[in-house]
């Protein structure tokens, strides 16, 4: 059986967390040329982290498109530092 969107959502959550360089030292993420800003995309993305775990605390429901469109956009962040050599 398929979880809820909230438990897809949380889990989502935190598999990005575990998954991206959010603890690395600017000085490391912006090392070299770069495409796209990786310091940027990663205080992007911690925002909205923070923003989704904030309103499912609340009681929020995200729809599936929510949790799509969110997944889009971590899988694009991941593939911009995977192009600079982050992950």
């Not at 969107?5 to 935190?14: F, Q, V």
């Not at 991206?20 to 030292?25: D, E």
């Not at 904030?54 to 899988?75: A, H, N, Q, W």
């Amino acid at each position: 059986m398929k979880p809820d969107t909230t438990t897809a959502m949380r889990e989502l959550i935190s598999q990005v967390r575990k998954t991206l360089p959010f603890h690395l030292p600017a000085s490391q993420l912006c090392a070299g040329p770069c495409r796209g800003c990786p310091k940027k995309l990663l205080e992007f993305l911690d925002q909205e982290l923070e923003e989704w775990e904030t309103r499912l605390d609340s009681g929020e429901k995200p729809t599936i498109g929510d949790v799509s469109r969110f997944g889009k956009m971590c899988r694009r962040i991941h593939a911009a530092l995977a192009a600079n050599k982050l992950v």
